[in-house]
């Protein structure tokens, strides 16, 4: 008798929504690539980076000390505010990310997010997450303006795309349907900050989680896309040995 062969591996579908102007979304990145490395069926898991922009209203151009924004957002002095940054670094530093909130730049990340879906049309989902974490160490780790379009070319042209081509897509409107798709999609599934983990549109976890608590969202994932199939007909009186005892 043969014994049917199981069904094929399902891969396991992971949408991430972040903003590249959060702290929490590039140290929960870091934590669920932790948990990611560490997970047997990690070449079976396919991850996009969604967009969403925690301040829309963000005027377009050169950014401004972050330090004044946040100020002036949350109408709190600035000493409380580099309290709040010490904090997060400190937080970030745990992760081996090193932000330098004295040089971070508040500007609208509008395109910066459509940069990281023309690295994603451009070069699959590798391309995607190398550009977006190449913007997001630009932004926490080394100052750089988000707002001004040079500054954009130069760091996503480093990720391996043509110079030219990310200029084109600057001064036209590439990506913007697939960043304002993102938050359409964002807005129908209640999302309401970031980051955000959905596996397969079915469980999700919100915040910069511990690794531990990505590899369990990855573990419940895996369970419910590739269930264990036990065979029909098999003789359920069979005998079997159980912990510390065997039918004898």
């Not at 600035?78 to 990310?97: I, N, P, S, W, Y």
């Not at 004295?102 to 395109?111: E, G, M, V």
């Not at 043509?162 to 938050?183: F, I, P, Q, W």
């Not at 990505?214 to 079997?240: C, I, K, S, V, Y």
């Amino acid at each position: 008798m043969s014994i049917p062969t199981l069904n094929a591996v399902r891969t396991l579908h992971v949408e991430v929504w972040s903003d590249i102007a959060c702290p929490w979304c590039y140290i929960g990145k870091r934590r669920f690539a932790t948990a990611l490395a560490d997970f047997p069926h990690r070449d079976h898991v396919d991850v996009r980076w969604r967009s969403y922009e925690l301040s829309p209203t963000t005027p377009v151009g050169p950014g401004r000390p972050e330090i004044d924004m946040l100020a002036r957002l949350k109408g709190i002095p600035h000493d409380q505010v580099k309290r709040m940054f010490a904090q997060v670094t400190a937080v970030a530093a745990g992760e081996g990310l090193a932000y330098d909130f004295d040089r971070s730049l508040a500007a609208n990340t509008f395109d910066a997010h459509r940069l990281v879906h023309l690295a994603r049309t451009t070069g699959g989902a590798e391309l995607a997450e190398r550009t977006l974490e190449a913007l997001f160490s630009a932004h926490f780790e080394n100052g750089a303006d988000l707002g001004d379009d040079e500054t954009l070319v130069r760091i996503v042209s480093g990720t391996g795309i043509d110079e030219e081509v990310v200029r084109a897509a600057l001064a036209g409107d590439e990506g913007a349907d697939a960043v304002r798709a993102d938050e359409d999609e964002a807005r129908a599934l209640g999302v309401t900050g970031v980051p955000f983990f959905v596996v397969d549109r079915r469980i999700a976890v919100s915040g910069a989680q511990p690794a531990d608590v990505f590899t369990q969202l990855l573990e419940a994932g895996w369970r419910e896309a590739n269930p264990l199939q036990t065979l029909a007909t098999a003789d359920p009186d069979a005998a079997t040995c159980v912990d510390d005892s065997c039918a004898i």
